[in-house]
């Protein structure tokens, strides 16, 4: 791992999960991050373990999929470049709701919960607002997978 230099952070500044943020403040998070390189099909965090990082996708694609015990992995859905994933990192139980896969070479910027704490505690207007654009980012994937739900049973009932 190593620590981004200024110019690869503007790229990181779109991200959509703090769009609530000032650019000074987007500049302070990043800041926390360490760079993590998967090669395709590398899985980057398992279902069911403990969710230590906040995990900002800089270039590449996973896939979110959820694990049933003894079955196959059911797609949720797919993160690209401005994309984040592992939000459970900030998130009681912290506990991985599902398992990510890079589905090309994937680059991410890693943040430890314990760094994005401290800031948020040090900065409670902002970490109110990264907390609010998480729960933002969590519901609509939530409403993604209602939409998905209601397609497959209005299609079993055809």
Known sequence: MQTLPPLYMEALLPLHIFGSLTEGQKRRVISLGHTETYEAGAVICREGTEARKLCLVEEGQVAVEYEPPGGTRIPITIIS???????????????????????????????????????????????????????????????SLELDMIGLVQANHR
Do not use: C
């Open 81 to 143: 470049a401005g994309g984040a994933f592992g939000w459970s990192a900030l998130v009681r139980p912290y506990v991985l709701t599902a398992t990510v896969t890079a589905l090309s070479k994937t680059e991410v910027l890693g943040i430890e919960r314990d760094a994005m704490v401290t800031l948020m505690q040090a900065e409670p207007k902002m970490g109110l607002a990264i907390m609010q654009d998480i729960a933002s980012v969590v519901a609509s994937r939530l409403r």
